[in-house]
């Protein structure tokens, strides 16, 4: 393979702030440890928690690179001492504790996936952070199982394309929200039952009328704030409600009395902090029950934008603004 250089393009955070203080520069290339690879990145998705890192509120896991990004895709191009020669040269998308804006990238061997059939770079970039969090959160912890309903709030974020058409493509119903008609009929299109616009509509009514007025098994919810009390009474009893943001507050009032007797679980997570081996058993079941629909065309990542790398400050810009529907991907030449 051709010799590595010394130095890679990246993006930064010299401080704190506003989309704006993202930075262009360069640094040595990271290296390997003994069950990883190192990858050339070709891209790289952009998520909430990467801006919330560049705002100062998402602290850098111990020992994880301090540049954004959490889910590359590209080649693998060097290989730590523990890991099998048949890698090298191998195209994958990979789970990352950080480093992703970067032309090259260091992953955890059991956190790299194979790019799907048919997949460009761009769209296997779009796969790893949210086909993590979908599965750990409504299927792990979240427990959805046959013969239930999910609702997913925020149902045209890359996080609710992605949960609609994983539970959709498996077999389960699906409500979601969205904050505009138009996001509402993409999310229908693909696999909600109903989409509710929230800015017009109140989700609990929609949730128990198409319920028969048990609610939904399980809510994904990335909101939290004035919404939790609203998602206990559009929940089913003995239903779980799993947070993985809070979008609308980190506090809320709630009744717990309603939650006592009707035997609700309300629960949550952050992925970034766990271990290696926690997601590895992720990506086991990723490939066992998810890969197949990808590999199948059921199931595909929906791209609102494209940037270059050294464009990441439009990215965020672009994701805090609300107006996207499904993901944001920098790419690398």
């Not at 994880?64 to 998308?93: F, H, R, Y």
């Not at 993409?186 to 319920?211: H, M, P, Q, W």
Request: glycine residues 10%.
């Amino acid at each position: 393979m051709t010799a590595l250089p010394s130095q890679m393009r990246c993006i930064d955070i010299p401080e704190f702030g506003s989309p704006t203080v993202l930075r262009s520069t360069t640094r040595d290339l990271p290296i390997a440890g003994a069950h990883q690879v190192l990858v050339k990145v070709a891209a790289a998705g952009v998520n909430r928690p990467d801006c919330l890192q560049r705002a100062g509120y998402y602290p850098v896991p111990p020992g994880a690179s301090d540049l954004p990004g959490l889910e590359i895709a590209g080649e693998v191009v060097a290989l730590g001492q523990e890991v099998d020669s048949s890698l090298l040269g191998l195209k994958v998308c990979a789970l990352v504790q950080g480093g992703g804006y970067a032309e090259y990238c260091v992953a955890d061997v059991a956190l790299c996936l194979p790019i799907p059939d048919g997949f460009e770079m761009e769209a296997a970039a779009c796969l790893p952070e949210t086909c993590f969090t979908v599965w750990s959160n409504v299927f792990d912890r979240g427990g959805l199982k046959a013969g239930e309903t999910l609702l997913v709030q925020g149902g045209a974020s890359g996080i609710g394309t992605t949960a609609v058409q994983m539970a959709k493509s498996l077999g389960f119903r699906v409500f979601a929200t969205a904050g505009s008609d138009e996001k509402c009929r993409a999310v229908e299109a693909l696999g909600a039952e109903r989409s509710i616009n929230y800015k017009t509509e109140d989700f609990v009514a929609v949730v128990k009328e198409a319920t028969g007025g048990r609610g939904v098994n399980v809510i994904l919810d990335m909101v939290a704030g004035d919404y939790m009390q609203r998602e206990v009474k559009a929940v089913a009893d003995d239903g779980r409600i799993v947070l993985i943001a809070f979008l609308g507050g980190a506090k809320a009032q709630v009744d717990f009395g309603e939650v006592m007797r009707r035997r609700i679980t309300i629960t949550g997570s952050t992925l970034r902090p766990r271990s290696v081996a926690f997601k590895a058993d992720i990506a086991t079941s990723l490939l066992e029950k998810v890969w197949p629909l990808l590999n199948s065309g059921k199931m595909k990542p929906v791209i609102h934008a494209r940037f270059p790398l050294e464009q990441a400050a439009e990215a965020h810009a672009l994701m805090e603004s609300g107006t996207h529907m499904g993901k944001i991907v920098l790419l690398l030449k």
